[in-house]
């Protein structure tokens, strides 16, 4: 497929490559492009914010998770020829895995996908160094990908004395620069969230960039660097698609997400690979509604921000006792992060109060004022559950959060360190805790999943 593309990357985290990023979508889409994001690496923060402020569809793609030729199929799942598609790197260009290997990094999904580099470089504070520099970074590009530079944090007066020197001395494309915007915060989201009341505002922030960006950066000329980018194809055989359970007859079993301002942490082709092995998805939000979807089958409560919302997840006793009458009468149940905080018997707060939850795992979840454990996971399990023995599920963590009983079922190992510890209590129908999951990393997952909710569908209807 020939898809036109670019890649916003950085030197390090902090360059203004989010902004920049915003500003280019922004002024894709009021051009009239039919613009897609992609997102570098376990984000789920920019692709929830350019679905729900920009409006446009994005999603993850993680080379450490999929390898590449699975990368590669994600990539154009879903996509037509019309699209034009931004990428938005993560930390620095070359930071991958442990931030010394390269799978998991920007440079390699670019590489893997064939697309086109533009790097933002944080130029406040700097003179001439600034070519010394992105001559280091050209020098590393072993594939030439790099096509073009933006200057950020940089006064229209000095790029004009700044910008031919870079391109007399490096032979590289500086499509312009951006200067310094102190009040627009775009960068600095508490974690994506975005209210109602805020909505107005960003969205005014995006327009301000956005024609910024116009103004200041030749557009039309990383458009045409994006148009050159080369035809990407699949040298593999592709996933399959068939439903994993036999008897269609009896209709697909219905998986009830949770989705809402509090469990908000999905992967897109994680919902969809649910769907594609034999499940109906429907949405429910235990912030808001009083009792389970009607005939679901199994649940899955994802990540998100419970702490932001204990007082409310406390009140709603209704929908507590729904679920755990649900998990007590066998159905099954994956939760992963904020959702397996919620099943807890309770959640202490930052100031020490203790609010009732779910009660499916008779622990206590709490502040510990720091992050607990952070980076990718490699995870299998100790008796076979949801896993064939002796293979691994990949996932990340990031949580401040920390349970009693973070369980036993499972080794989490890190892939740079070989580190190793207990985590997950799994059963033959539930699945639970911190770990963020990518199923496609192992698709068996998912089959176990949903012949689960096959079985309990079947269990509770009449013969």
Known sequence: MKLNR???????????????????????KNRGEQVVSYKCGPDYIDPMFHEQVIGIPSKN??????GEDVTRELFLKNRTEKDFVVMEGV??????????????SSYHLAKVTET??????????????????????LAYDEERIIRGIILNKMSKSYYEIIKPLIEDELKVRVFGYFPEQKEIQIESRHLGLVMPNELA????????????LEKNVDVDAIKHIAEQAKEVLITHKKMSKDSCF???????????VAKDEVFCFYYEDNLLMLQEKGAEITYFSPLHDTKLPDNCDALL???GYPELYVNELSRNVSMRNAMKQAFEKGMPIVAECGGFMYLHDTIIDKDGVSHAMVGVVPETCGYKGKLVRFGYIEIKEKQRCFLPEGEVIKGHEFHYYDSTDNGESCIATKPTTGR?????????????GFPHLYYPSNPFFVESFVKNAEEYKKRKEPA
């Open 201 to 212: 505002d960003i969205q005014k922030q995006l327009q301000t960039v956005s024609e910024e």
């Open 91 to 104: 930390m620095g260009l070359f930071d991958g895995l442990g931030g010394v290997r390269e799978e998991g």
């Open 116 to 137: 086109p580099i533009v790097l933002v470089i944080d130029a406040k504070g700097m003179g001439r160094s600034v070519i010394p520099m992105i001559a280091g970074f």
């Open 420 to 432: 190793e510890y207990p985590c997950v209590i799994a059963g033959e129908s539930f699945w639970l």
């Open 246 to 256: 036999e008897d269609k007859e009896s209709g697909r079993p219905v998986i009830a």
């Open 61 to 66: 793609l993680d080379t450490f998770f999929t």
């Open 301 to 303: 409560i994802g990540g």
């Open 6 to 28: 670019i890649m916003i990357a950085a030197p390090k985290s902090g360059s203004g490559k989010t902004t920049i990023t915003c500003a280019l979508l922004k002024a894709l």
